[in-house]
C-alpha cells in the first residue's frame, strides 16, 4: 500500500513520506521531512524543514509546524474547542503553532487555540491546554 498525496500539495526536496500516510489537498511541506507510517496531514497544514513526524499522527487542518520539529508516535492535534457530532461542515477549525526546535513526546494532546514555543519539551503522555513558553 502507498500512501496517499493529494494535488496540490507542495512536498519539499528530500522528504520522505511512508505508506499509508494521507496528505491532503493545499499542504505545503519543507525539505529533508520524514513523515513515518499511517499519518494524516489535513488540508492546508504548514510543515516547515527538517520535521520528523512518527507513526499514527493526525495533523489537522490549522496547524502550523515550523522548522526542525519531533512529533512522537501517536501525537494529538485538536482543531475544533468545542466538538459536536451534530454540527455540521463549515465551522472554523481553530490554530495550534508549534514554533521551531520544539520537541513533542509519544502520545501527547494539545488542545487547539495554543503555541508551544522555540525549542521547548512537552513530555510523553501531555496535555497541553495553554501556551508553552518557548525553552519550557
Known sequence: MKSNVEETCEIGEGTKIWHFSHIMPVVTSGKNCIIRQNVFVGKGVEIGNSLKIKNNVP???????????????SRVFTNVINPRSHIGPGREFKPTLVKQDAIIGDNATSICENTIGRYASIGAGAVVTKDVRGYA
Request: hydrophobic fraction near 45%; charge should be negative; include cysteine.
Open 59 to 73: 495533523l489537522f487542518e490549522g496547524v502550523i509546524l515550523e522548522d526542525n520539529i519531533f512529533c512522537g508516535p
